[in-house]
């Protein structure tokens, strides 16, 4: 069967990396499941690739995307025959800037008549904080929680499901129209990066106490920051490495980020009792299906319940990917991104 896709083929600047381009698809197999895409959602991840950071991606002319929102439209012998027709939301292992997509049944959630957007923030981002924030490292009522890039996708579920443990919550933005965002959505404190030190400004909000858990996609020149406010007990999650976009030097830009976040040895993180974890969602798919799994579907539950609202910073055409691309690369937008087809 034939169907259409955004392939990226050029590494750099977002109106020059996309070309929209015809392909062909097997039927599905197994527990695979056809699904006839309604939208589809952009993720940092998807900037990095653009500009050739990503080693996980894969080889160019590809097509990247990690979900959509669609019709199952066939099934494999092996799958769930009860999706055949249904709306659904889905993760896939690249492939989501398509109009087809095929994936396993597994990774594949009914929803009903939502908007396309939300559901889509249900997918990568939602799924990212559940785990991070219930799964891998729960928050505690006590905690006292930073989230980085704070107004974003991940960012603004992470803040909702920390007040939902009953945690404060140090919210950091970088642009001023960005703080009552997060303030609306339960932020206790907030810190804008661009006026002075974030770390200076989270220190005195705590007088002198410490951080529990702090969510960091930055990394970089935040991460010893980060460490010196981490509390006994507490945990450093690292979810992200978007400091290396600011590089302009290549390689040698590399060498200064790794630079910059130091050498750390297990034995100084025992004898602090500090903890370093790192998330790469994309291993995790790989190697534990059945933990995203139960990690979006929990999100939907949550969702449904109106205990979690995703934030909708902006829907696209297909025609304006590039534009939603450059927006999400420059820091300026709110919440989930959508490309409606």
Known sequence: MKSEAFFLVNKGDANQAFDLRPFEFQDPKGQEVLIEVEAFGLNYADVMARRGLYREAPPMPCVVGYEVVGTVHSVGSSANQGLLGKRVIAFCRFGGYAKHVVT????????????AAELLALCTQAVTAYYMADYLAPIHKTDTVLVHAAAGGVGTILIQLAKLKGAKVIAKVGHSDKEELVKKLGADVVVNYRTSDYALQVAQSIDGERIDVIFNPVAGSTFKKDMALLSSGGRMVLFGASELLRGKWGFFSKLNFIRKMGLVLPIGLMMRSKNILGVNMLKLADNRPETMSICLRNVVSLYSAGKITPYVG????AGQLAEAHAALEGGRTKGKLCVNW
């Open 104 to 115: 396993d049944d597994f990774a594949v959630v009914e929803v009903a008549d939502q908007p």
């Open 314 to 317: 902006g829907v696209y055409s």
